[in-house]
Structures are given as C-alpha cells and as structure tokens.
C-alpha cells in the first residue's frame, strides 16, 4: 500500500507508535510523513518525525513538514491550558533522545500530497490522524486530487449517534476537528473516498503493559522499536499496579490497520458535517442516516439541502486481531 501518514505527531505518542508501524510494516510503502500542528508545535513535531526516522533506519522516507496553525481557529486562553500545543512557536525545542540530524524535505506538505497522487493516480492512501489542515488545503490547491486518490482514512470527531460519543476537547468536540473545524468541514465535503474513525471506535482501544512488555521484550522487532518501547513506554507502568497506560494509545494505528485490513472493523455509511459556527458546538461532528421525513404536508428528504457527501463511518472493531497486526507488522 502507498501511504501517506499525515500525523501531528510527538516522542512516543499514539501517531509515534503509528508511524513505527507504518515505518516497518512489508505491506506498506511509505511515500512519506506530512507533520500537520495540532497535540505540538510544528517544530517539535518535524523533529520528531525526523528522529523516529533515525532510530527506525528509515531516513529515506521524506517528512514534509505543513501548517503550523489552523485555517482560521486562533488559540483562546482555553487553548492555552488544555492538551495541544499548536501554534506555541517556542523559541527551542527538546527531545528526549536528542534532536534529528537530518533535515525535512524542503516541499510544503500540501505540495507533496499533490505530487504523489499525481504521481500515482488511483495507488495513495491517506491515513490522517491530526487536524485536517493539509488536507483541506491541498483539495482547494489541486481539487482534482478528490478523483485520484485511492482512499483517505481520518482519525477525527466522535458522533453522538452512536454510544461513547462525548468529545474529548469540549463536551461536544473531538481535539483534531476542534482544532481546524473548517478544515474538517472541507475534506468532509469533498467527496473522497474517505472512512471515519470517530472517537466512538477508538475508544474501544487501549495501551496493555504486556502488549509494551511483549514489545520492550522482543529480540525479533524491527530496528530501533523494542528499544523504544523499552526506554520511553515501559517506564509509565512502572508505578506498581498499573496495568494499562495511555488509554488512546492505539488511536492512530487504528486508522493505519483500518487501511489495510477493514475486515476487522464494523462500518456503516452517514452523512457527517462538522459544526464551523462559534460557540459551545464549535468543532462538534453530527453524523445521521439520511431518510425521508415530512414537514407540513410536502414530502421531503432530511436535510433540506446542502446534504455532506456520504462517508463510511467505522462504529466497531475486533481489537484483538487489531493488536495481532501490530505485533506482525512490527516484527513483535
């Protein structure tokens, strides 16, 4: 599979641990890694990307970096204390490991995912687990993108449609479509070929100590994984008792293993909208099953108008085989 990963991604997050599979994984050609701000600034996450890269031995794979805020969402004082440090622009920036030795591709993000599915009409995949912001942009750049991509998977919203619907940014508001609702509002709208995970689904996953021991542990994982593992997630569980950390941990990879493997998931087919309007519902996502309804005495169908593209919604999973494919991917 030729795969973009469009990630907003930190040290040994959920998009690292992602990316490590993407990284290794034999069914995936990875075209390259699309830094969108949103949990950090835009820097760190460039240098993160870059650094995986370095401990994965995989500095082939090009990282170009994109937007460093959103289309139009300023940061409120509200952003200032919760979780996501987009749009920060701290003067220096630190890694555990230290920073990357390598530089970023010096294409804009938006750029490189026009150029390669161009490249390559109908064979990219996008797997974006961020704000929508490079998407959205490169779809307005090149909209005829929309017919020659392959498929488009986004981790983003959390619909009230079905249980575990609650936001995780406000009550309503899942954190990559509050960060850039417009933008999520325009990739929604395009008419991709795009399956939606929602925080509903990945709320079915979560982080196990022995699924982090099994991997600190291998001597059989690709370059650079065990020890990531080992040094920088084997050490949250080290408060005894705890036997499961970083409950989102598997997030991201979620969206990556629904690309490959969509058998392992439940899915049905809705109109989703994001909400652009100021307000408590800024950034909510609505999602319904388009029927008919009666209004008065005229027959017609729910919405009036100006109805989003239909998407396929992803509600369930088999976690199990979800994590197996981890482990395979990895080498674990």
């Known amino acids: 599979m030729k795969l973009i990963y469009d990630t907003d991604i930190g040290w040994m997050n959920d998009d690292c641990i992602a990316a490590l599979f993407a ?25 993160a990307a870059l650094r995986l890269t370095e401990f994965a031995a995989r500095t082939d794979v090009p990282v170009s970096a994109g937007f460093d805020r959103p289309l139009l969402h300023e940061r409120s004082a509200y952003a200032d ?28 993000a938006v750029d490189f995912i026009i150029e390669q599915i161009k490249a390559a009409p109908h ?4 797997v ?22 392959k498929s488009v998977v986004v981790m983003g919203g959390a619909l009230q449609l079905y249980p575990g619907g609650w936001g995780n940014s406000t009550p309503v508001s899942e954190f990559n479509f509050w960060v850039d609702p417009e933008a ?33 542990a291998s001597t059989t994982a690709r370059t650079g994984t065990a020890k990531l593992f080992r040094d ?21 990879f979620s969206a990556i293993a629904y690309a490959l493997e969509p058998s392992l998931f439940r899915s049905e087919t809705l109109s989703v909208d994001v909400v652009t309007e100021r307000g408590l519902q800024y950034g909510m996502s609505i999602g ?6 009666i209004i008065g005495h005229t027959n017609t169908s729910f919405p009036v108008d100006d109805a989003p593209p239909p998407v396929t919604v992803v509600h369930d999973m088999d976690f199990d085989a979800v994590v197996a494919l981890y482990l395979e991917g990895i080498g674990a």
């Open 23 to 47: 990284l290794h994984s034999p069914r995936i050609e990875l075209l390259g890694v699309t830094p969108v701000m949103g949990n950090y600034d835009l820097k760190l996450e460039v240098a």
């Open 81 to 108: 204390q919760m979780w996501g440090q987009w749009a920060t622009h701290p003067e220096a920036i630190e890694l555990p490991p230290g920073l990357p030795t390598i530089r970023p591709d010096p294409r804009h």
């Open 123 to 126: 064979e990219v995949t996008i």
């Open 128 to 149: 974006a687990v961020g704000p929508l912001t490079n998407l959205a942009v490169a779809i307005r750049k090149a909209p005829e993108i929309v017919t020659l991509v």
């Open 184 to 216: 999520a509002r325009i990739v929604l709208r395009a008419g991709l070929p795009l399956a939606l995970l929602p925080m509903n689904v990945c709320r079915k996953t979560h982080l196990p100590r022995a699924f982090v021991e099994k991997i600190a």
């Open 232 to 252: 920088y997630l084997l050490p949250l569980f080290a408060m005894e008792g705890i036997q499961n950390h970083l409950v989102y941990g598997l997030y991201d």
């Open 288 to 293: 319904y099953r388009a029927g008919s309804r």
